[in-house]
């Protein structure tokens, strides 16, 4: 197929299309497009699909023939055969009377409306632009067809009629026209209302009172489509009796038809935008609105509510509106768009508190089993919870909470109650007061079947521990309840911090001393599990075969039968070993070393005491000194799994002899600076999740005392504080931030060919967003005219060139400027290439080629810094499976100056707190992330040192879903980390 498209004069038009048929014969599809001819002598634009395989062209006589004597078959093919050689620009007017004569007087609808078209392709003007005479006759057929019985045969004549451009031919049709208003079929009188419409459009002084004519069918119209069609014309016709007929009808707008509603909606957002004293006057029927039956009109028509109005009783309704719009729509995509309305509400300051009041709707959402939809209004309702709510919401997320424990209701569930807990958890740290309704409820769910959910419950009950110093009996009571039921092991090892730290009493120390050594089972580990191992293959060698015993039955009837079965001796049923000695035969040592430091702390601790006897402290040192012999008795006799590592030994071994040998300084380190570093680890959290708000916060650009400029008396000097050009520059894809300025331009033009060469290019690279735009410099360095000049590229990567850059003809050492633009669809390092082809003019050769040096794209664009918890940077960590290790070499002298130049160059944010990099070490470790404009996740382990001769060594370990931020990023580090110098911090 191919596709022209030409718009042009009538020579031109006749030119162009005469031309296409001397090369190739072209059968078309032809449809005409909207476009209104601005001028009498211009045809429209058409578009033509054309098939290559050409028969003989058919002559005007044999057309003319076919359509006098043909059956109908026979004059549809010939008249479909003569429209396409109209549009191929053939001058057939001897076909005029033939189709008035044999084609108009015909019934069949196929023909009529091949003659509609053939009216429109047809040339009706003589050649001094007056209208030939034949058309009386012409004009004469189409009001009998408006006076046509069959209503479609009306429609689609007055269809016809909104794009015929001749006055001449619509004014003897007005009566006609006008009777079709009230025509008994809706089809006829909705195609009439467009007519109208666009004859007093274009000619005015036809219908010259059309808004009176269609404001009496609006009056009388039952049929809605009809009804809004009328509306609209009345509205673009004359505004002001659309007004009145919406004041007078206001009490019966929520009967109307939803397609009637909507245009309603738009007409009351339009006036009220202009006039903001009709606000009061049809604020009530947007308000009424609110209540429809169609989702669409509730949807507009709150969010017109939001425009017009920022009273708190109005954003309460439009609130309620779209929360009921979420409960009741089932497509997810409806769901998060309206949230995202709600969000939006949420970010004005004088909107916020009228949200609060109805939070507890908004949490009916929750309800829906996408878990999309779940977290973002969790998300929101955290945002929205307040000292006067907090109660209630966290009543509601406690029933959420154990329905997620009683049955399984999606898919998801265990991530959905992850949301839940970190929700209690924000709402247990946020009010304090509520702190005691939440914890107890959290801490059943220590032993979740999830790692994730049962961490972020520990994570919250460590905190709480802090903050919250009247419930520790308590919750130090709970833990003891639920540590046996534990099945994770990083929730084992921070429970056992939290016991260390917190048991602070004599008896809460024995406690935790029975727990732990109940957790560990028989000590010595090593005998017992050999003692157990020899019992359990005694047991097998002992163990009998299976019997055969044959008994003899007597039956119902008498008779006898004979029954066998087999006997199997009855083996013991061993008991389940608890969980932290099961872990440490899978070679879990990190656990052990955790048990170590609590232990050592809790021995310590009650030797401080001064209740105990030093018999006491002694056996309580001892019995702690023999589990952690025991274990690394354990982690050396090959029993378990995995051997145990060096440095687990190397804790365990220095507790052991922290507590043979006591010294203050070790008490020191052991009761109170790991507490001191805990406190600081929760300031710099804090501060890191006040600092993401403040960053997302949403700032006052405009004061309310703020001067007026006006932009018509504004000197050139105060033409850069302008608001509205600043919002132009934004809207053009100028960051605010960074200044236009030749300096900064230059930096973005990149050299496409060499200076040499016969064509010289240069590139101004801009990236906003989704969206590359490639401003392309073609000077032409030789004497020679250039023609057809075009600028073919290519891309790597996730990019798409939406567009083929035109061609150019270029003169002898003159400049053309090509601009092509390249949609970008993920975070990825892409590549543009290519080349330019032009024809030498007067040369027989074949084109010439300039190939193009290769722009890279760089990832940095795309990629701002971001903030997340620690536990959701380890989920992400062992959920992606992509991962990019980079070897660190650089001259960068210090390790933290390399870490500043690190987050300089990446737009990576550091997770780790500030304080825990102060002083000086020789080796640092710190985690870094960052997001994509797409929502893609970055996570950046960096793990160096600084050896003897004070080089800066190590590794960057990147991990992502997907592959290409993950090498991008590695690449992006590797061609920077030798480039430019960092102070030392």
Not at 382 to 398: G, I, P, T, W
Request: proline fraction near 4%; hydrophobic fraction near 40%.
């Amino acid at each position: 197929l191919l596709l022209l498209l030409c718009s042009a004069s009538a020579n031109t038009h006749t030119h162009s299309f005469a031309s296409l048929r001397s090369s190739k014969q072209v059968r078309s599809f032809i449809t005409r497009s909207q476009i209104h001819p601005p001028a009498m002598t211009e045809h429209a634009c058409y578009m033509l699909l054309s098939d290559a395989d050409e028969g003989e062209t058919p002559t005007e006589q044999s057309l003319r023939a076919d359509l006098e004597k043909g059956d109908i078959p026979k004059k549809i093919q010939s008249l479909k055969k003569a429209i396409i050689l109209l549009q191929q620009g053939e001058k057939m007017p001897s076909l005029l009377m033939t189709v008035i004569r044999f084609v108009m007087p015909e019934d069949d609808h196929t023909l009529k409306k091949l003659a509609l078209l053939f009216w429109e392709v047809m040339p009706t003007k003589s050649q001094d632009g007056k209208l030939l005479h034949e058309m009386i006759l012409v004009c004469d057929a189409y009001r009998k067809d408006l006076q046509h019985p069959n209503e479609y045969v009306r429609g689609s004549i007055l269809r016809f009629l909104c794009k015929l451009k001749e006055p001449e031919l619509m004014e003897p049709l007005m009566p006609a026209i006008r009777e079709c208003l009230s025509h008994r079929h809706p089809y006829v009188r909705r195609n009439a209302v467009m007519a109208v419409y666009t004859i007093h459009k274009n000619f005015d002084y036809l219908v010259p009172d059309a808004p009176e004519l269609i404001q009496n069918v609006l009056e009388s119209e039952q049929d809605a489509s009809c009804k809004r069609s009328a509306f609209m014309m009345l509205i673009a016709a004359d505004q002001q009796r659309a007004l009145d007929y919406l004041s007078s009808c206001i009490d019966q707008v929520q009967s109307f038809n939803d397609i009637l509603q909507l245009v309603i909606v738009e007409l009351v957002n339009k006036v009220c935008r202009t006039d903001v004293s009709q606000r009061a006057r049809f604020i009530r029927v947007i308000h009424n609105l609110l209540n429809s039956s169609s989702a669409s009109v509730r949807y507009d028509a709150a969010g017109t509510m939001v425009t017009l109005s920022g009273a708190p009783a109005a954003i309460k309704a439009a609130a309620s509106c779209y929360t009921d719009l979420i409960c009741k729509e089932a497509d997810n995509n409806v769901k998060l768009i309206v949230l995202d309305r709600l969000i939006d509400l949420r970010r004005n300051p004088q909107h916020e508190r009228v949200l609060q009041d109805i939070v507890m709707d908004i949490l009916r959402v929750l309800a829906a089993p996408d878990l999309s939809v779940r977290r973002k209004t969790l998300d929101l309702c955290m945002d929205l919870v307040s000292s006067r709510n907090a109660a209630e919401v966290v009543q509601f997320l406690k029933k959420e909470l154990a329905k997620t424990n009683s049955a399984e209701e999606f898919d998801k569930t265990a991530e959905y109650r992850q949301l839940l807990v970190r929700a209690l958890h924000a709402c247990g740290v946020k009010f304090p007061d509520i702190a005691p309704v939440i914890v107890p409820q959290l801490m059943e769910f220590l032993s979740d079947a999830s790692a994730s959910s049962a961490m972020d419950v520990i994570l919250f009950v460590r905190e709480a521990f802090e903050r919250l110093p009247q419930l520790r009996s308590d919750m130090l009571s709970k833990l003891f309840e639920n540590f046996p039921l534990i099945k994770a092991s990083r929730v084992s090892r921070a429970t056992m911090w939290i016991i260390g730290e917190y048991a602070q009493s004599v008896p809460d120390i024995v406690a935790a001393m029975k727990q732990f050594k109940n957790s560990l089972g028989a000590i010595p580990i090593v005998d017992s599990e050999l003692r157990e191992q020899a019992s359990r293959e005694e047991e097998e060698g002992k163990r009998e075969e299976p019997k055969l015993v044959t008994r003899t039955r007597i039956t119902a009837d008498g008779t006898y039968a004979t029954e066998s079965a087999y006997t199997a001796p009855v083996t013991s049923v061993r008991a389940e070993k608890p969980f932290i000695r099961k872990s440490l035969l899978e070679g879990d040592f990190f656990l052990a070393a955790s048990l170590a430091v609590t232990v050592t702390k809790l021995a310590m601790r009650f030797c401080e005491a001064t209740s105990p006897s030093a018999s006491e402290k002694n056996a309580l040192k001892g019995e702690a000194m023999l589990m952690m012999a025991t274990i690394l008795h354990l982690g050396k006799s090959g029993l378990p799994t995995v051997a145990i590592d060096d440095d687990s030994y190397e804790r365990i071994m220095s507790c052991l002899l922290a507590l043979g040998d006591p010294s203050p300084h070790l008490q020191d380190i052991f009761l109170r600076h790991a507490h001191e570093a805990f406190l600081q680890m929760l300031e710099s959290l804090k501060e890191l999740q006040s600092q993401s708000k403040v960053d997302a916060k949403k700032e006052v650009e405009v004061q309310a005392d703020n001067q007026i400029v006006f932009r018509a008396l504004r000197t050139k000097e105060e033409a850069a504080s302008d608001e509205f050009e600043l919002n132009l520059k934004q809207a053009t894809g100028l960051d605010e931030d960074q200044k236009d300025t030749l300096s900064s331009k230059l930096n973005k033009v990149f050299q496409l060919s060499g200076f040499s060469d016969p064509v010289y290019a240069e590139a101004y690279v801009h990236v906003h967003q989704y969206d590359i735009m490639l401003d392309v410099l073609v000077v032409n360095q030789t004497g020679d005219t250039l023609q057809n000049l075009s600028l073919e590229l290519a891309t790597l990567g996730d990019l798409k060139l939406t567009e083929k850059p035109s061609a150019h003809t270029v003169g002898p050492h003159d400049f053309c400027t090509i601009t092509a633009n390249v949609k970008v669809s993920s975070t990825e390092t892409g590549i543009i290439f290519g080349n330019i082809v032009y024809d030498v003019t007067g040369s027989t050769s074949d084109r010439n080629v300039v190939v193009l040096n290769d722009l890279h794209i760089d990832i940095m664009d795309y990629i701002t810094p971001a903030y997340c918890s620690d536990m959701e940077f380890r989920s992400m960590w062992a959920e992606f499976e992509w991962e990019n290790k980079v070897a660190v070499r650089t001259s960068i002298p210090t390790l933290r100056g390399y870490v500043d130049h690190l987050l300089a160059t990446t737009n990576m944010r550091c997770l780790t707190p500030a304080s825990a990099l102060k002083g000086d070490c020789d080796f640092l470790a710190a985690n870094l992330y960052a997001k994509s404009v797409f929502g893609e996740d970055a996570l950046a382990n960096l793990s160096i040192e600084r050896g003897p001769d004070g080089q800066v060594t190590g590794h960057i370990r990147i991990r992502s879903k997907t592959q290409g931020i993950a090498l991008s990023l590695g690449d992006k580090i590797t061609l920077n980390q030798k480039e430019g110098k960092a102070s030392d911090s």
